[in-house]
């Protein structure tokens, strides 16, 4: 993997577990997971028994692939788990997600994990101007985000190179970032409050502190991982 990516993913993977679980026993009736690709923590947590709904979004193609995986080895969704084939670039996604049963006007946990840097700054602006109109009071936004010093090539955090490099090959360009320091007024000014905000060192203490770095290595300087409320 690409310098710093493992340590990034195994660090992320555990942070964003606890958040999910976290909206499951704090009582969160509806969990939305934007470009849910193959995440298997509605299987894993078992969300149906608590009574919250996770409707998971993605384009059709990686969809698709998930159910024959999932039929494949044999597991069926867990109750409570809906699913449908979007585009996050048109705006209709919200129409789609509340014919599934989402209820606007309850507060809903809404997941973006590895998605935002795959899209340009519109699409991204689209995505939280749809959940800030929508979203009911004591809503959160769950997401990781790349700085855009990595995308536009003028930074030298660890590892950056590499990262841009891999996804081109993958023809996954990232397309946009933002600053790590301009993140809190980015987020005030589409109507979220930032309640957590972890950067890569915040993020290895927290949760790589028990594993030996010369085994792990150090983690990506690429990515931060935030949390808002909608104001
Ligand atoms: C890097 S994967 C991350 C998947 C998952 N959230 C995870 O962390 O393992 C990015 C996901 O975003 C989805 N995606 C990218 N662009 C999209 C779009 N325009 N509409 C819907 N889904 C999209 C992809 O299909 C893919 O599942």
Redesign the pocket.
């Known amino acids: 993997m690409v310098p710093g990516m493992y340590p990034y993913?195994t660090a992320?993977?555990a942070h964003?577990d606890g958040l999910f679980q976290e909206a499951l026993s704090e009582g969160f009736g509806q969990i939305v997971?934007?470009?849910?690709?193959?995440?298997t923590r509605a299987l894993r947590f078992e969300s149906g028994k608590v009574r919250t709904t996770v409707f998971e979004?993605?384009?059709p193609?990686?969809?698709q692939y998930?159910r024959q995986c999932l039929a494949k080895a044999g597991m069926d969704a867990p109750d409570g788990v809906r699913s449908a084939?979007?585009?996050?670039?048109?705006t209709d996604?919200p129409s789609t997600l509340e014919t599934l049963g989402h209820r606007p006007s309850e507060p809903t946990v809404f997941?973006?994990?590895?998605?935002l840097?795959?899209?340009d700054a519109d699409?991204i602006d689209g995505i939280l101007a749809s959940i800030r109109q929508s979203a009911a009071a004591g809503s959160r936004i769950v997401f990781?985000a790349t700085a855009r010093s990595v995308v536009d090539g003028t930074g030298d955090q660890y590892g950056a190179k590499g990262v841009m490099a891999r996804a081109s090959d993958h023809g996954?360009t990232f397309l946009s970032g933002i600053e790590p320091e301009e993140m809190p007024e980015f987020l005030r000014a589409k109507g979220f409050t930032v309640r957590t905000h972890l950067l890569s060192e915040d993020l290895e203490k927290r949760f790589l502190g028990d594993f030996d770095p010369s085994l792990i290595g150090p983690i990506s300087g690429c990515f931060t991982n935030v949390v808002a409320e909608v104001s």
Do not use: C, H
Not at 33 to 39: H, K, Q, V, W
Not at 111 to 115: I, K
């Open positions: 993913i992320r993977t964003f997971i934007l470009g849910a690709g193959y995440d979004l993605d384009a193609a990686t969809r998930k084939s979007v585009d996050l670039k048109e996604w997941f973006m994990e590895g998605l840097m795959y899209l699409t990781d996954e």
